[in-house]
């Protein structure tokens, strides 16, 4: 039985720094394929940063310098770091994982097999 569990969330002021951690149990972060979505009032889903074995962690342009992704595999946790935080990053933020090893540089919901139950960002 797979489980992810976010935390880290909360409410920030513009400018700041936040860490989410998604800490999963009967899933090998390490090995596979992860990813972190927001999704914010009135919006679309939207991948927002993932990693895998394959090549670099990839990331969306708006996010791009300003967090970053990364896995302890002794933890067996995904994290991400988010800096230079901006209202518009306000969105619930949901880790994801697949039953591969490799992500699409593309992201699409159907390609991830375990979901946690959201954290929530606000950023003022």
């Known amino acids: 039985h797979v489980q992810l569990v976010e935390s880290g969330g909360g409410s920030v002021q513009a400018g700041g720094s936040l860490r989410l951690s998604c800490e999963a149990s009967?899933?090998?972060?390490?090995?596979?394929?992860m990813i972190w979505w927001r999704q914010g009032p009135g919006k679309k889903r939207e991948g927002v940063a993932l990693?895998?074995?394959?090549?670099?962690?990839r990331y969306a342009d708006s996010v791009k310098g300003r967090f970053i992704i990364s896995k302890d595999n002794a933890k067996n946790t995904l994290y991400l770091q988010m800096n230079s935080l901006k209202p518009e990053d306000t969105a619930m933020y949901y880790c994801?994982?697949?039953?591969?090893?490799?992500?699409?540089?593309?992201?699409?919901?159907?390609?991830?097999?375990?979901w946690g139950q959201g954290t929530q960002v606000t950023v003022s």
């Open positions: 990693v895998d074995s394959y090549s670099d962690p």
């Open positions: 994801a994982a697949a039953r591969r090893w490799y992500c699409s540089d593309t992201p699409y919901e159907a390609e991830y097999d375990y």
């Open positions: 009967g899933y090998t972060v390490g090995r596979n394929c």
